[in-house]
């Protein structure tokens, strides 16, 4: 099994920044593989930035340029890098992760922008 932790969540105000961290263990083969999603209260989950099969980066429009994915392999943990926040990007944040044809997420963070 796959189980994956997310952390970095917070109050930031607009303009300011977070990193978050997704942490993953168990039969996990590689984080090349794994990306971040959001969800706010009665929407539905979206992609914001995710690293699919092949190494492509894929992202959403709202966040290019803001946001940026990476991850130590060595460590087994997938960051997002969050800058320039904005309202709009309240949300849970989650990490995902696929693997032989299943999606692995974790329980989500709490990023709240507000001034």
């Known amino acids: 099994q796959v189980q994956l932790v997310e952390s970095g969540g917070g109050l930031v105000q607009p303009g300011g920044s977070l990193r978050l961290s997704c942490a993953a263990s168990?039969?996990?083969?590689?984080?090349?593989?794994m990306g971040w999603y959001r969800q706010a209260p009665g929407k539905q989950r979206e992609l914001v930035e995710d690293i699919i099969t092949g190494g492509r980066t894929i992202y959403a429009d709202s966040v290019k340029g803001r946001f940026t994915i990476s991850g130590d392999n060595a460590k087994n943990v997938v960051y997002l890098e969050m800058n320039s926040l904005k309202p709009e990007d309240t949300d849970v944040y989650y990490c995902?992760?696929?693997?032989?044809?299943?999606?692995?997420w974790g329980k989500g963070t709490l990023v709240t922008v507000s001034s």
């Open positions: 168990g039969s996990i083969f590689s984080i090349n593989v």
């Open positions: 995902k992760h696929s693997q032989r044809g299943t999606d692995y």
